[in-house]
Every structure is written in C-alpha cells, then in structure tokens.
C-alpha cells in the first residue's frame, strides 16, 4: 500500500532559535487573551477554534528534527480548548513530543491563545486569535451573525504561509562591510526564582487615551515614553555598585510595517535601546530625549535591511546547512547565551487590537504576556483599555511597583491584577 506522502515547511529564519534555546526557565511561549463580559461557553470556544484554523494551515503542523534542521510537518491533530490549569506560559514544544505549538484554555470571561514563538510572532498571533474571537461571537450572539460581514482575513492562505525573511532577502556584499558588533556586557537584573519557574504576572490596566495625552506632554509617542519609564524604573532600583553598567532594552520591530508582507509566521526583527546612567542624566527628559533619537536611528530601511541580512546570510552559508542539527543546536545556545549577556530585559508593544464595533459591548479588553528571563514588559490596548503586563520569574516587584506608581502619581488610574 502506497503511503501518503506527509506535507512539511522548513522553519523561518527567526523561528530557527527558538526550538534549540527554549527551556523550562525560558519557554519561548507567549499568551494573548481576550477577556469578555460574559463567561465563556466552551463548546462554542471549540468550534470557533476548529473553523478558524482551517483559515491558518501552519496552526495543524506539529515541530520536527531533521538532519541539520527543524521543520513543521503538517499533522492531524485536532486543538482540543480546555479549561485553564496549567501555570502561564508553560512548555509547549517538549523534545519527542508530536503536538500542536499553541493552546486554547479558558477560565470564567477570559479566552487565552498560547504559542510557541517558532509557530508565529505577536502579530501572527493576533491574526489567529481575531478569527477564533469573530467565530465565537457569530456562533454564540445570533444577533451578531446577521449584521457582520465575512471575516477578512487580511490574505490568502499562500500569503500567510509565505517566508518573509526568504522573500524580502536582497544579497548585498556592502551590508558586510557595514555591519558593527558591540560586545558590552548590560546590566543583569537579579532576583529570587519564583518556585518551580512560575511567572509572575501583573497587569496594569489604564486608560490608553490617559497615556498618550500624558506621552504628549513629554514631546513623544507613547512606545518611546513607556521604554523609557521602563529604563528609569530599572535604574531606581538598580545597586549603586552596577550604575555603569548600560541598561539595554531589546525591542521587537514588526518588520510587515517596513516590507510587503501579509505573513502569519515569524517576521519581525529587534533594535537595542541602550541608557548608560554612569555617564548621562537620570533625568526622565534626557532619558526620553535618549531613546526617542535610538528609535529613530533604528528604524532606517538600511538599518532594517542590515538586520535582514545578517539573519538570512549566515542562514545561506553553504557550510551552515551541512552542520547536523545537534551541533547548530549547540552553537544557538553559546550565541543565545553571549548575546544574552548584552541585553538587561525587552520591552514589546503589539500595538491597537481592533475588532468589529458590533463586538464592543461584549469584549472587555485584550492582554499579551511572555514567558521571560528577567523582568519584561508586553503590552497591547483595546478600545480606551491599555494593559501593560509584567512577567518576571522573581519573586521581586519593586521595579513593576516604581514603574506602575510614576504613573498613578501622574493622575493615570490603574488597575492592577496579578496571578500570584
């Protein structure tokens, strides 16, 4: 009897560190959630999931290890939605293990979607997660079923399987020669491990039009004010004995802004935005004077180009593709760790989530977290509701406490809730 032949996709460039690095310390896992006004009903959850990702075929493949690369291979499997009971952002991809690279729980109004960074990026995500949440309320509010139009899905099928990386890849011996390494070691924050590597999660939930009124005053865009009360917040509670230590923050850059791409897989690169305290102001002006001027100097089609180059190069390399597995994996984790050693923390802004205006009376807000090293800010806004979400594996907050308190005393209401 003749087999079926299987289907597979080779991994995207950012996608291919994620499987190698990925640990119970560091998941490489990320939650979007959408919290409603009304319980959830999970037969129509199940359902709405099972009609979304026939739209998002990647969603049905499962991570395998080749000779010298991980691929998806696409699978039967069927997403099964369950009622929360795992810690936030536990393992997803386990070695040996055939499964699907995301998740769908509930637990009382709250919908979360958890992925595996190598499925998608936060974007992708957000794509998916817009689907299951138009189905389930066409399904549930009959109502609604008859006044919305069709979902648009932004792309077809082909458009959202596409390898931007492999696409937009221009070979230009000049990015060589341009290209600069920087080697200093950041500031590391410490902290006491939480028990059995649970995240701490706290979000802050505020006013989205109170922020940008109040980035406003500060001459700058909300993204470049939040970084920036990021890197004070680390700094006051930063030891005296560390102070010329930069503080660097990576940021995730969503590179379909920047090329034409309606991928649903991994497309977005990083900037670093560093603040030396030892030798500049401790003034929050300076500061958001500082990385207003890195935010514009790191977001330059050459900059943006000269990441995409270094990624896909040594990708190309034609000896790197005849290294086995084990050894690339081994290599990913060295470089990881080095570059690990440049980097304090991340902070990452998935911007404005924006669904059907029929749908506004009965979704509350949205909220994005991730499985993190070190204490790290995501944050992504709804309507007028902006959650900023800390996750830290220590048992520490002093450095959320000071952030979410200049805030407040600067006339901005904020809710907390916390899972801890």
Request: net charge positive; proline share 4%; hydrophobic share 35%.
């Amino acid at each position: 009897m003749r087999q079926k032949t299987l289907k597979w996709k080779k991994l995207d460039n950012a996608s291919k560190i994620f499987p190698a690095t990925c640990n119970n310390r560091d998941t490489k896992v990320f939650r979007l959630a959408c919290e409603l006004y009304d319980d959830v009903d999970p037969d129509i959850l199940q359902k709405a999931v099972e009609l979304a990702i026939d739209s998002f075929p990647l969603y049905k493949s499962v991570l395998r290890r080749g000779a010298f690369w991980y691929y998806f291979e696409m699978s039967e499997l069927k997403p099964i939605v369950q009622v929360e009971s795992k810690p936030v952002c536990a393992p997803i991809y386990i070695k040996g293990l055939k499964n699907l690279l995301f998740r769908v729980f509930y637990y009382k109004k709250r919908i979360n979607l958890e992925v595996f960074h190598a499925l998608t990026d936060g974007a992708g995500c957000i794509w998916f997660m817009e689907s299951i949440i138009y189905y389930y309320m066409t399904l549930k509010y009959e109502e609604l079923s008859k006044d919305i139009p069709k979902i648009n899905y932004r792309a077809s099928i082909s458009e959202k399987m596409d390898d931007s990386f492999e696409r937009n890849f221009h070979k230009d011996i000049a990015y060589r020669r341009t290209f600069k390494n920087e080697y200093k070691k950041a500031y590391r924050i410490k902290g006491t491990r939480n028990q059995e590597n649970r995240m701490k999660l706290i979000e802050g939930t505020m006013s989205a039009k109170k922020v940008l009124e109040l980035s406003h005053k500060h001459n700058t865009t909300l993204t470049v004010f939040l970084t920036s009360l990021f890197l004070y917040s680390i700094y006051k509670d930063m030891p005296s004995d560390k102070i010329n230590q930069p503080i660097v923050l990576s940021v995730p850059i969503n590179l379909r802004q920047y090329y034409e791409s309606y991928t649903a897989r991994n497309f977005f690169s990083t900037m670093n935005i560093s603040y030396d305290f030892g030798k500049n102001s401790n003034s929050l002006e300076d500061i958001i004077k500082s990385v207003h001027e890195s935010f514009k100097n790191g977001l330059t089609k050459e900059k943006l180009d000269l990441h995409l180059y270094r990624f896909m190069s040594l990708e190309r390399n034609p000896i790197t593709r005849i290294i086995p597995l084990p050894i690339k994996d081994f290599a990913l984790k060295i470089a990881n760790y080095i570059n690990d050693m440049r980097i304090t923390t991340s902070i990452s802004n998935i911007g404005q989530i924006k669904m059907p205006s029929e749908f506004s009376e009965y979704i509350n807000k949205f909220t994005i977290c991730v499985s993190a090293r070190r204490p790290q800010i995501t944050l992504c806004s709804y309507k007028d509701n902006l959650v900023i979400s800390f996750t830290s594996p220590f048992e520490e907050t002093d450095i959320q406490r000071i952030f979410f308190q200049y805030l407040t005393n600067n006339g901005i209401d904020v809710q907390i809730t916390s899972n801890l």
